[in-house]
């Protein structure tokens, strides 16, 4: 493979032995599948590499030992004369302090730029969890990385503590790690330093104050210097580690950054559309949004968990029981404020409800509430977006079906009838894992702040999984049910009998829940998410997630309950499942317990899904005839071809396969989901011959691409405390089905069992890695 090479980034470390360590020394051979390896002799090896013009190689293995591109590291600065005795006295004898803290936060500046903070009024530093930022110090002399001692702490809320998070201590560090707060000298020049910081992606978001701690290790006391601007800290939507993480650009822009849109309203015949000014980063609206947070009742240590935030602003936005944002009025009389049609943006309401120290607005309808609960959310970082629900059914009892009740003459009974139904109504979908529910009920989740009914004590509702109420499972929190009756419930008419006793009369399956609607992705045009919320109006999928909600309501005999409940359905693989690259294979077991024949449809979906839960999109939908007889136990092989999955997988390569089903002769409802990944090869390492402390010695990394297609940019990182300083290797394009095999060199530093580790990453393929125990002597 002419013109290939390989890059080698970093160093080897001899630690703490004396003497320099040879650079880190790599062979590459990559192998395409149906090449013979020819292994030549020791006498061979020797002699090539006394007179290498005489004896080449065969072309057919290719190897770059004689072309390995070193990309060495810059050389060490020259070493700084020390300055003499009277110098470092004097030095010691002046303690350090900082003079000034630039937060470096101008709105065109590298941290608001890199943070997508720039369209926030203000030169505040505003920035997001889970990335680094930089700061600038001042100092009253140059910074001593020998003798001085720094750190920085941010703190949040009336009472700053460690334990809960909200107050971090930053120490300064050689090198950045994920996930944890740290902070590193990048640049220094005179008595100027530049600290690049770090933020783990659950740390607490709000209203942070910086001080500047310094000290000498020669002496106990301590300057501290209190920055005159403060930090904020927001939700991440591009950091893959942060639960509200969203992996579409297309999508952030609008459901993050965009800050005008559309709400629909009317009837679902005549669909009508306002644009609404969200206003996120106009003056003003950051700074109510922290407000609304310090205003509630949650504790700032819960403001690092997106479902506590979400949960808390739901309530806040409404005025019903907490002193919130917006005063609800449906009477029609609005003498006394503004009427809830004349409002067309959030900023108004948001900043009136600043400067008035948080007297609530007036006045508000759904529309108005979920405009402003878009506009907080975007703001805090957490996508977000107005959903409009036409026939949007109003369950008072938790019964989870509409239901009308008539007298023996078959008249309305005003006082019994308090479900309603709205020609709309308009809510909140947001963005984000939920890890504290089951896998595969991440991604959209409803969010309704107009005060309908209470949730725990308070008018709030949600964050509600879209993918639980589509299915039915409405035990999973939070108000499930309510938003299930909204887009999914029968309308059930009763009858009073001459007893009192009321019998059900008549039904009907399609009145609620038409034409779910928000603005499109990069348009004003209207999308349709109805298929999001429910199954097709009237299909069997559909019909089994009304009745096995209805389970769970106040009314669990609305519908006709099974007849026997004696056939099972499972998902088995054989060993440790299905590997990268081949065709996925499953079994899926059906048993019939019972002494009489049995049969039904199984309705199968399997779907890619992020480590978080979230599910990415569905990649393939069937149906599949089920016939058993008395006692059968029948094993169904599903294969899913790699074809139909190569394109779409994301990190973890992870697939949710959903059964449901309906047994024709009882009515019993199947139902299951199972949880699979696609299995990624390992990295072979070998070490050869034994190792010893400050001898040179080498291990052999293996890897085989399992696809039938070409790996593009693959690069290896190798690493073992102890035995090499962490670098990568840049192989490139690896072609389906060939093998590199990567020889390292180093020397071993520290005795005892070492563990040498290496991973291989590329866009097509992740989470390929391996290790290898190698005991290290000393001679």
Same mark, same amino acid.
């Given at each position: =493979?002419?013109?290939?090479?390989?890059?080698?980034?970093?160093?080897?470390?001899?630690?703490?032995?004396?003497? !320099?360590?040879?650079?880190?020394?790599?062979?590459?051979?990559?192998?395409?599948?149906?090449?013979?390896?020819?292994?030549?002799?020791?006498?061979?090896?020797?002699?090539?590499?006394?007179?290498?013009? *005489? *004896?080449?190689?065969?072309?057919? +293995?290719?190897?770059?030992?004689?072309?390995?591109?070193?990309?060495?590291?810059?050389?060490?600065?020259?070493?700084?004369?020390?300055?003499?005795?009277?110098?470092?006295?004097?030095?010691?004898?002046?303690?350090?302090?900082? *003079?000034?803290?630039?937060?470096?936060?101008?709105?065109?500046?590298?941290?608001?730029?890199?943070?997508?903070?720039?369209?926030?009024?203000?030169?505040?530093?505003?920035?997001?969890?889970?990335?680094?930022?930089?700061?600038? &110090?001042?100092?009253?002399?140059?910074?001593?990385?020998?003798?001085?001692?720094?750190?920085?702490?941010?703190?949040?809320?009336?009472?700053?503590?460690?334990?809960?998070?909200?107050?971090?201590?930053?120490?300064?560090?050689?090198?950045?790690?994920?996930?944890?707060?740290?902070?590193?000298?990048?640049?220094?020049?005179?008595?100027?330093?530049?600290?690049?910081?770090?933020?783990?992606?659950?740390?607490?978001?709000?209203?942070?104050?910086?001080?500047?701690?310094?000290?000498?290790?020669?002496?106990?006391?301590?300057?501290?210097?209190?920055?005159?601007?403060?930090?904020?800290?927001?939700?991440?939507?591009?950091?893959?580690?942060?639960?509200?993480?969203?992996?579409?650009?297309?999508?952030?822009?609008?459901?993050?950054?965009?800050?005008?849109?559309?709400?629909?309203?009317?009837?679902?015949?005549?669909?009508?559309?306002?644009?609404?000014?969200?206003?996120?980063?106009?003056?003003?609206?950051?700074?109510?949004?922290?407000?609304?947070?310090?205003?509630?009742?949650?504790?700032? #240590?819960?403001?690092?968990?997106?479902?506590? $935030?979400?949960?808390?602003?739901?309530?806040?936005?409404?005025?019903?029981?907490?002193?919130?944002?917006? $005063?609800?009025?449906?009477?029609?009389?609005?003498?006394?404020?503004?009427?809830?049609?004349?409002?067309?943006?959030?900023?108004?309401?948001?900043?009136?409800?600043?400067?008035?120290?948080?007297?609530?607005? #007036?006045?508000? @309808?759904?529309?108005?509430?979920?405009?402003?609960?878009?506009?907080?959310?975007? *703001?805090?970082?957490?996508?977000?977006?107005?959903?409009?629900?036409?026939?949007?059914?109003?369950?008072?009892?938790?019964?989870?079906?509409?239901?009308?009740?008539?007298?023996?003459?078959?008249?309305?009974?005003?006082?019994?009838?308090?479900?309603?139904?709205?020609?709309?109504?308009?809510?909140?979908?947001?963005?984000?894992?939920?890890?504290?529910?089951?896998?595969?009920?991440?991604?959209?989740?409803?969010?309704?702040?107009?005060?309908?009914? +209470?949730?725990?004590?308070?008018?709030?509702?949600?964050?509600?999984?879209?993918? !639980?109420?589509?299915?039915?499972?409405?035990?999973?929190?939070?108000?499930?049910?309510?938003?299930?009756?909204?887009?999914?419930?029968?309308?059930?008419?009763?009858?009073?009998? /001459?007893?009192?006793?009321?019998?059900?009369?008549?039904?009907?399956?399609?009145?609620?829940?038409?034409?779910?609607?928000?603005?499109? /992705?990069?348009?004003?045009?209207?999308?349709?998410?109805?298929?999001?919320?429910?199954?097709?109006?009237?299909?069997?999928?559909?019909?089994?997630?009304?009745?096995?909600?209805?389970?769970?309501?106040?009314?669990?005999?609305?519908?006709?309950?099974?007849?026997?409940?004696?056939?099972?359905?499972?998902?088995?693989?054989?060993?440790?499942?299905?590997?990268?690259?081949?065709?996925?294979?499953?079994?899926?077991?059906?048993?019939?317990?019972?002494?009489?024949?049995?049969?039904? +449809?199984?309705?199968?979906?399997?779907? $890619?899904?992020?480590?978080?839960?979230? &599910?990415?999109?569905?990649?393939?939908?069937?149906?599949?005839?089920?016939?058993?007889?008395?006692?059968?136990?029948?094993?169904?092989?599903?294969?899913?071809?790699?074809?139909?999955?190569?394109? @779409?997988?994301?990190?973890?390569?992870?697939?949710?396969?959903?059964?449901?089903?309906?047994?024709?002769?009882?009515? @019993?409802?199947?139902?299951?989901?199972?949880?699979?990944?696609?299995?990624?090869?390992?990295?072979?390492? =070998?070490?050869?011959?034994?190792?010893?402390?400050?001898?040179?010695?080498?291990?052999?990394?293996?890897?085989?691409?399992?696809?039938?297609?070409?790996?593009?940019?693959?690069?290896?990182?190798?690493?073992?405390?102890?035995?090499?300083?962490?670098?990568?290797?840049?192989?490139?394009?690896?072609?389906?089905?060939?093998?590199?095999?990567? +020889?390292?060199?180093?020397?071993?530093?520290?005795?005892?069992?070492?563990?040498?580790?290496?991973?291989?990453?590329?866009?097509?393929?992740?989470?390929?890695?391996?290790?290898?125990?190698?005991?290290?002597?000393?001679?």
């Amino acid at each position: =493979m002419p013109g290939e090479r390989l890059a080698v980034r970093g160093t080897s470390e001899v630690g703490r032995f004396p003497g !320099a360590a040879p650079p880190t020394r790599v062979e590459l051979t990559i192998q395409k599948d149906g090449e013979k390896k020819h292994d030549e002799g020791g006498c061979h090896r020797w002699f090539r590499k006394m007179c290498p013009c *005489c *004896c080449k190689r065969q072309n057919n +293995t290719y190897d770059v030992t004689d072309k390995v591109e070193f990309i060495k590291p810059p050389a060490p600065e020259p070493a700084k004369p020390k300055p003499e005795n009277g110098e470092a006295k004097e030095m010691e004898e002046i303690k350090l302090s900082v *003079c000034s803290v630039d937060l470096l936060s101008s709105k065109t500046g590298q941290n608001r730029q890199e943070h997508h903070t720039d369209l926030f009024q203000g030169d505040e530093l505003i920035i997001r969890r889970g990335q680094t930022f930089q700061i600038e &110090l001042e100092l009253n002399r140059p910074f001593s990385a020998d003798n001085d001692k720094l750190h920085l702490d941010l703190k949040t809320g009336p009472l700053p503590m460690v334990s809960k998070g909200t107050h971090v201590i930053i120490p300064l560090v050689d090198h950045l790690e994920d996930e944890r707060w740290e902070a590193k000298i990048v640049e220094q020049n005179g008595n100027k330093i530049k600290l690049s910081v770090n933020s783990p992606a659950s740390a607490v978001i709000g209203l942070y104050g910086l001080v500047v701690t310094t000290s000498a290790p020669k002496s106990e006391a301590t300057t501290t210097h209190n920055s005159d601007k403060n930090i904020v800290m927001l939700f991440n939507p591009w950091c893959e580690e942060d639960a509200v993480f969203l992996d579409d650009e297309e999508e952030r822009k609008e459901y993050v950054l965009n800050d005008i849109g559309r709400i629909y309203y009317g009837t679902e015949k005549q669909i009508g559309a306002r644009t609404w000014n969200f206003g996120q980063f106009h003056e003003g609206v950051l700074e109510a949004c922290l407000f609304i947070l310090e205003k509630s009742d949650m504790p700032p #240590s819960g403001r690092g968990d997106a479902v506590n $935030v979400v949960r808390v602003t739901s309530a806040m936005i409404n005025a019903q029981d907490d002193f919130g944002v917006l $005063v609800g009025n449906w009477s029609g009389n609005y003498s006394d404020g503004v009427s809830p049609s004349a409002w067309s943006s959030s900023v108004e309401i948001l900043r009136k409800y600043l400067s008035s120290n948080g007297t609530p607005v #007036s006045y508000g @309808q759904c529309w108005v509430f979920s405009g402003i609960t878009t506009t907080v959310l975007r *703001c805090l970082g957490i996508p977000a977006r107005s959903v409009t629900n036409f026939q949007s059914a109003h369950d008072t009892d938790v019964s989870l079906t509409t239901d009308v009740y008539l007298d023996e003459n078959m008249e309305p009974i005003d006082y019994l009838n308090s479900d309603s139904v709205w020609n709309f109504h308009v809510w909140n979908d947001c963005w984000m894992a939920r890890s504290d529910l089951p896998p595969g009920h991440g991604g959209w989740q409803a969010v309704d702040s107009t005060p309908q009914e +209470t949730s725990q004590g308070t008018f709030r509702c949600g964050p509600a999984s879209v993918n !639980a109420i589509r299915s039915g499972q409405v035990y999973l929190k939070h108000d499930t049910p309510f938003v299930f009756a909204e887009v999914n419930s029968d309308k059930i008419y009763w009858q009073r009998n /001459v007893d009192a006793i009321f019998s059900q009369i008549h039904s009907e399956k399609k009145a609620v829940g038409h034409c779910i609607s928000t603005k499109a /992705v990069g348009s004003d045009d209207r999308a349709d998410i109805t298929h999001l919320y429910k199954h097709q109006e009237g299909s069997e999928e559909e019909r089994i997630a009304v009745e096995t909600a209805s389970r769970y309501g106040s009314k669990p005999d609305t519908y006709s309950t099974a007849i026997a409940e004696d056939v099972c359905v499972e998902v088995k693989m054989e060993g440790e499942g299905p590997r990268m690259g081949a065709d996925a294979q499953l079994s899926i077991v059906v048993k019939n317990l019972s002494s009489q024949p049995r049969s039904t +449809t199984l309705h199968i979906q399997v779907a $890619v899904m992020y480590y978080t839960g979230v &599910l990415k999109g569905t990649i393939r939908k069937e149906q599949m005839p089920v016939e058993l007889l008395p006692n059968e136990e029948k094993a169904i092989d599903w294969l899913l071809p790699y074809q139909q999955y190569q394109n @779409q997988l994301v990190d973890q390569a992870a697939l949710m396969l959903t059964l449901s089903g309906r047994v024709t002769e009882t009515q @019993q409802v199947l139902a299951s989901q199972t949880t699979f990944r696609l299995r990624t090869p390992d990295l072979n390492i =070998m070490p050869l011959g034994e190792a010893f402390v400050g001898k040179e010695m080498a291990a052999k990394i293996t890897f085989t691409n399992p696809l039938p297609r070409m790996l593009k940019g693959v690069v290896f990182r190798v690493e073992g405390l102890g035995l090499q300083k962490g670098h990568e290797v840049v192989v490139g394009d690896v072609g389906g089905h060939s093998t590199v095999t990567l +020889t390292e060199h180093f020397v071993p530093t520290q005795p005892g069992r070492r563990k040498l580790v290496a991973s291989l990453d590329c866009k097509q393929l992740t989470q390929v890695h391996g290790v290898a125990d190698i005991d290290v002597l000393v001679q």
